[in-house]
Each structure stands twice: as C-alpha cells, then as structure tokens.
T-cell receptor
C-alpha cells in the first residue's frame, strides 16, 4: 500500500526566498507524481506532473523533481511571493488499472510580505 | 471551457439525515472521483466512476454511495449522517485514457449539526 508523506506540515518564509517542499512515497513503482495547490476552502489546482520516466518538470518559477529510487519528489519555488501562500499536496499514481492515486497530507506555505 | 462544478456549495444537515451531493465534470471527461477532506486531515479517497461504472472504492462504510449518469455527471449520497461526516467533499474529473484526478471542483461543504 502506497503511503505519501509531506514534511514539514507548515512552512513560513519571507517574500523573495527560494524554498523546497518535500514529498516521500513508499512504493517506487509509481506511474507518475503530481503536485497540486489548494487555496483555503477551494479545490485543488494541478501544478506539475512528472512521469516515472522523467526526472523533472518546470513551469515558470516552479520546478518539480522525481527520484524513484529514493522515493522522493521535491517542489522548488523560486523567488516566493505572497500569492504563493497555499497548501501544496503531492500525489502518486500507481501503475496499472484502476489503482487509486494516493495524496500526501500537504505542506501549508505562508509567504510573508 | 467550464471547469468541474459541484452543488450545493454548502449543505447543513442533522444527524441521521441523508445528503446528496452533485458533480458535473468537464465536458468530454468520463471519469469522476470523490474525496472527503475533513478538517486537519488529508484527502481521503471515496469513489471512482468511469463510463458509468464504479471502478474503485475507498475505505468508507456502505452508507457512502454514488452513481454516474449517462452524461457523466455524478452524485454522492451519504445516508444516516454522523457528526464525523462533516467535511469538504471534493469532486474531480479526468478525460478518457487518463485515469487520475486532474481537475477539481471547489467542493461541497457538508456540516452536520
């Protein structure tokens, strides 16, 4: 059974700082790893999706990496802004069939102006 | 393009009642996923429907049920409501041959008094 862990649960940084969010998963046989953002009381917005054959994906100030052998993924946010404040969740999709995606519990990020 | 829409936005019920939550996926999407997000907890997978069939089910009691209609919209029914059912219920959808939640609605906030 896949377990996904995100540490820390909360993070507070000053505006402009570069930061890294961590995601660990127990089963390396994942098909892909996805990062989402959730604003309070809202649904999830997909940020980046990394296939198992890829090492990283980039979108603007965001860069996500995947290391299947170590069971880790990181989300790098460059030059953080107050608008980046949200909860960030990672989710691992297993290989094959109708296997459910497993979500981490998230890291709540606060960027202080 | 309209996103995933959920109704109602808020729902207040008392213990023992029944609740019905509705979800309309993005046009062309055939899979619908339901998640429960209780306060302080992560996303808990409830149900996955694809092409009208239930494909996977999370560890929830049978009083949580649902269905998917021919137009791919879906409803989640919760019978014999309990206080611990209070949560944000999120629906997500995905297109054919991409079986993982990609686009989320903003959820239905269910409060049990």
């Amino acid at each position: 059974k896949q377990e996904v862990t995100q540490i820390p649960a909360a993070l507070s940084v000053p505006e402009g700082e570069n930061l890294v969010l961590n995601c660990s998963f127990t089963d390396s046989a994942i098909y892909n790893l996805q990062w989402f953002r959730q604003d309070p009381g809202k649904g999830l917005t997909s940020l980046l999706l990394i296939q198992s054959s890829q090492r990283e994906q980039t979108s603007g100030r965001l860069n996500a990496s995947l290391d299947k052998s170590s069971g880790r993924s990181t989300l790098y946010i460059a030059a953080s802004q107050p608008g980046d404040s949200a909860t960030y969740l990672c989710a691992g999709r297993p290989s094959g069939g109708y296997q459910k995606v497993t979500f981490g519990t998230g890291t709540k990020l606060q960027v202080i102006p | 393009e309209a996103g995933v829409t959920q109704s109602p936005t808020h729902l207040i019920k008392t213990r023992g009642q029944q609740a019905t939550l509705r979800c309309s996926p993005i046009s062309g999407h055939t899979s619908v996923y339901w998640y429960q997000q209780a306060l302080g907890l992560g996303l808990q997978f409830l149900l996955w429907y694809d092409e009208g069939e239930e494909r996977n089910r999370g560890n929830f009691p049978p009083r949580f049920s649902g269905r998917q209609f021919p137009n791919y919209s879906s409803e989640l029914n919760v019978n014999a409501l309990e206080l611990e059912d209070s949560a944000l219920y999120l629906c997500a959808s995905s297109p054919p041959r991409a079986p993982q939640p990609q686009h989320f609605g903003d959820g239905t906030r269910l409060s049990i008094l």
